[in-house]
């Protein structure tokens, strides 16, 4: 008993340990979950916006950045600057509503610092890039795509057109032919003027003053080209002298164009400077301040990162080295409950040899004691061969008395026969006997009407006899009624 109670306490000690380390090891992964939640929470919660909004603000910005020095590109057209200046509108209200978003987060004392600095040099840049928009929508009001390829053109026309000019005057004074000339749209001026379109109406009020002078111009060449070869030198010289002030009208024309052209080229260089150079003081201050304040968050987002990987780490080492000696003690526990049971098992083992010794003795003592009983057995045979004999003179009698029991059936049967047939008859005569009942109570009520007017009558006499005796001799008649 004592040895089982030791066993008992050891398997509980061995129990009990194994709890206490299961609630440390559960303790142990709470605590370190709790620690590892509150960490990635402030990731979560704090850094993740705070350096998603500011990545998309950097997008954003440099975006519109971009779109500034596209606009520089003499190749697009004005419908297209029209849509990127749109465009600045609409990256600006989703910059303002990203703003929104940072400044209601919880920040550091050092990021508050580099936000606000952000935000000082965006306003800075903002201010510039709304300067810049204003001197291209300057620009746009020349309405032409690239006014310095329109002052290279007119420069060439003016060239050509000099030329013209030369050479109609040496052909007058020295008889030097010279090709063309005498249509005026097969000049390249000519063939531009077909091409070109402009919403500026100071240019095609130029380009309409100068159409027909031009014209003129040409048509002139073609009458001195004609008079020379008729040999009227004096009539090509008149022709040339009618036309002179037309000429005139059409370079003071290619002048004012080119004055157009070069005041686009001055709205054009403003514009430049003001994105190349203006603009990328205050965007170059702004983007380097979000940079810095974009490599801060993420160096705190990897911080919080580290530290929670190196909390799990070591939450998973303390529980793994818990784990470890708990499996080492119930190993112990169990070896030592093993060898306790192991010799309670063999002291169970040698007293069941003995029992089985003392089995074997009581075994021939039973054996004898069946050799007595197979003896008794033999003689009890003889005697059951008397009873058999007995059973069957009994077996005859019950034969003989289930025959009188079948007789005495059919003779039941009879008489149920004849019961039932009683009982209809005393059915029928119960019925007659209603019947007669009903007629008697009829006769019972008849003799009972009869009764009452018998009372009646004999009322009816005495009260006769009783007036006619009040009466006196006028009432005997009455007496004797």
Not at 338 to 344: D, G
């Amino acid at each position: 008993m004592k040895k089982q109670m030791t066993i008992g306490k050891r398997l509980y000690l061995g129990f009990g340990f194994s709890a206490i380390i299961m609630i440390l090891l559960g303790i142990i992964a709470v605590i370190s979950l709790n620690r590892v939640n509150d960490e990635l929470s402030q990731v979560a919660n704090k850094v993740l916006p705070f350096s998603q909004s500011l990545l998309e603000i950097r997008i954003y910005f440099t975006r519109i950045d971009s779109a500034e020095n596209s606009l520089l590109t003499l190749d697009l057209s004005l419908n297209e600057r029209e849509e990127r200046m749109k465009q600045f509108e609409e990256d600006k209200k989703v910059i303002d509503q990203l703003f929104a978003s940072v400044d209601a987060l919880e920040k550091t004392e050092e990021e508050k610092k580099m936000w606000e600095e952000f935000k000082s040099a965006f306003a800075l840049w903002w201010q510039d890039h709304e300067k810049f928009v204003e001197l291209v929508k300057e620009f746009q009001k020349f309405g032409l795509q690239n006014p310095t390829q329109l002052e290279r053109e007119v420069r060439r026309f003016t060239s050509d057109h000099y030329k013209l000019c030369n050479s109609v005057r040496e052909y007058i004074m020295t008889g030097k032919d010279f090709q063309g000339g005498d249509d005026h749209t097969a000049c390249n001026f000519g063939k531009w003027l077909t091409t070109f379109k402009t919403d500026n109406s100071e240019i095609n009020s130029v380009l309409e003053q100068i159409k027909v002078p031009h014209q003129k111009f040409h048509e002139a060449i073609k009458n001195i080209k004609s008079a020379m070869a008729q040999g009227d030198k004096d009539t090509a010289i008149q022709i040339l002298s009618n036309v002179e002030e037309g000429m005139n009208k059409v370079f003071s024309g290619f002048d004012s164009l080119l004055s157009i052209a070069d005041k686009a080229n001055e709205a054009y260089h403003s514009m430049s400077n003001q994105a190349l150079v203006v603009n990328y003081v205050n965007y170059s201050k702004a983007r380097d301040t979000l940079v810095r304040l974009v490599d801060y968050i993420e160096k705190i987002s990897e911080a919080e990162r580290t530290s929670a990987i190196r909390t799990g780490s070591i939450a998973i080492l303390a529980y793994t080295i818990i784990a470890i000696l708990g499996i080492a003690i119930t190993i112990a526990i169990s070896i030592l409950t093993t060898y306790s049971l192991n010799k309670i098992l063999k002291n169970i083992s040698s007293r069941i040899k003995d029992g089985t010794v003392q089995v074997s003795s009581a075994g021939e003592q039973v054996s004898q004691a069946s050799q007595t009983l197979s003896t008794s057995a033999s003689e009890s045979a003889s005697s059951i061969e008397e009873t058999s004999a007995s059973v069957e003179e009994l077996t005859s009698m019950i034969q003989q008395n289930a025959g009188n029991a079948t007789q005495c059936e059919q003779i039941m049967a009879n008489v149920q026969h004849s019961i039932i047939n009683s009982v209809e008859a005393m059915n029928k005569l119960l019925e007659n006997m209603q019947t007669l009942q009903q007629a008697s109570a009829n006769t019972a009520g008849i003799i009972k009407t009869i009764d009452e007017i018998a009372f009646q009558t004999n009322l009816l006499a005495l009260n006769a006899a009783v007036e006619a005796a009040r009466a006196g001799e006028a009432g005997r008649g009455f007496a004797v009624v």
